[in-house]
């Protein structure tokens, strides 16, 4: 069970919060589950591990929400005496949403607004580094191949290259399955689109 305070909660929908440390005797949640967290919908937990507080970076804060990381060690804190060698749950997770959008990814019948609306949220999420073209690309070059080594391909961390790929299965570009990805509908009709432009 997960349970998050009302400043967390657009963070978690939005993909803002990926991460939560807890003070738990022993694990509350497992790596691969799925938990209904009301009102914020599904949460999936992508890994759980123990971890020393010295090894909490600032970067690491931003992911759970806070402004720095001696926000989140005070917060940590207010659960009783902690240091640096205190141990505490690291959970990485992401919104699941209320189901798997596969309605939005089979709708293949894109308008020039449906196009031209998808190519601007793909353009914000290239605002700091360009990654959408090529995880398309290389998702429909490799259609269900692991995670871990699409994402060696790109030389990217597994997880950070998941959670990439959630943000295209949110605009029902991408499906998911047991081992690996492919281009929906959806997004075959999008890439073709773009590619007539071209």
């Known amino acids: 069970m997960l349970l998050f ?3 967390f909660w657009e963070g978690l ?3 803002a919060i990926t991460l939560t440390y807890r003070r738990w005797q022993k694990p509350h949640v497992r790596a691969g589950g799925r938990y209904r ?3 914020i919908g599904v949460l999936e937990v992508d890994e759980v ?3 020393a507080v010295r090894s909490i970076t600032g970067a690491d804060a931003e992911r759970a929400g806070f402004a720095s990381r ?3 060690v005070g917060y940590l804190a207010e659960l009783g005496p902690l240091d640096d060698a205190t141990e505490v749950y690291r959970v990485a997770l992401h919104h699941g949403g209320d189901g798997d959008r596969v309605e939005l990814a089979l709708d293949d019948a894109l308008s020039e607004a449906d196009v031209a609306a998808i190519s601007v949220k793909l353009a914000r999420m290239d605002a700091k580094l360009a990654w959408t073209k090529k995880t398309l690309a290389l998702i429909e070059k490799h259609p269900r191949v692991a995670a871990s080594k699409l994402a060696a391909k790109v030389r990217r961390e597994t997880l950070d290259f998941k959670t990439d790929v959630r943000k295209l299965k949110k605009l029902g570009l991408t499906q998911s399955f047991e081992v690996g990805y492919e281009i929906a509908p959806r997004g075959r ?3 073709a689109a773009t590619r007539r432009k071209r």
């Open 49 to 51: 591990k123990l971890v």
């Open 13 to 15: 929908v939005s993909g």
């Open 37 to 39: 967290c009301h009102p």
């Open 70 to 72: 001696e926000s989140l």
């Open 189 to 191: 009709a999008y890439l």
């Open 5 to 7: 305070k009302k400043p």
